[in-house]
Nanobody, 120 residues
Framework: QVQFVETGGGRVQSGESLRLSCAASGADFSIYTMGWYRQAPGKRREWVAR???????TYAGSVKGRFTISRDSAKNTVDLQMNSLKPVDTAIYYC??????????????WGQGTQVTVFS
């Protein structure tokens, strides 16, 4: 059974940093692109960052230059280093695997997420 468990969230002041971690189980995700997503109160879930199996990274414009995604394929984990946090980054953060057919994250695999709250 595939499962993603996100940890590392918290409540921080604007400008501070957090590091999120996602532990994947139930399959070997080393050959797949993995992504981080977030959902702010009253908004749709949005993509934040992704990393391919060979380590190529891309970021949403709103986080580029502040967030860094990384992975440890041996441990089946994906991390998100978040620096210079802003109140607009407040959301529940999730990780997921991206479908190989390019259709995006797989709906059945969403975990509970981890809450990030940034206050000014």
């Amino acid at each position: 059974q595939v499962q993603f468990v996100e940890t590392g969230g918290g409540r921080v002041q604007s400008g501070e940093s957090l590091r999120l971690s996602c532990a994947a189980s139930g399959a070997d995700f080393s050959i797949y692109t993995m992504g981080w997503y977030r959902q702010a109160p009253g908004k749709r879930r949005e993509w934040v960052a992704r990393i391919t199996s060979v380590g190529t990274t891309t970021y949403a414009g709103s986080v580029k230059g502040r967030f860094t995604i990384s992975r440890d394929s041996a441990k089946n984990t994906v991390d998100l280093q978040m620096n210079s946090l802003k109140p607009v980054d407040t959301a529940i953060y999730y990780c997921n695997v991206e479908s190989p057919d390019g259709s995006g994250p797989i709906d059945n695999y969403w975990g509970q997420g981890t809450q990030v709250t940034v206050f000014s």
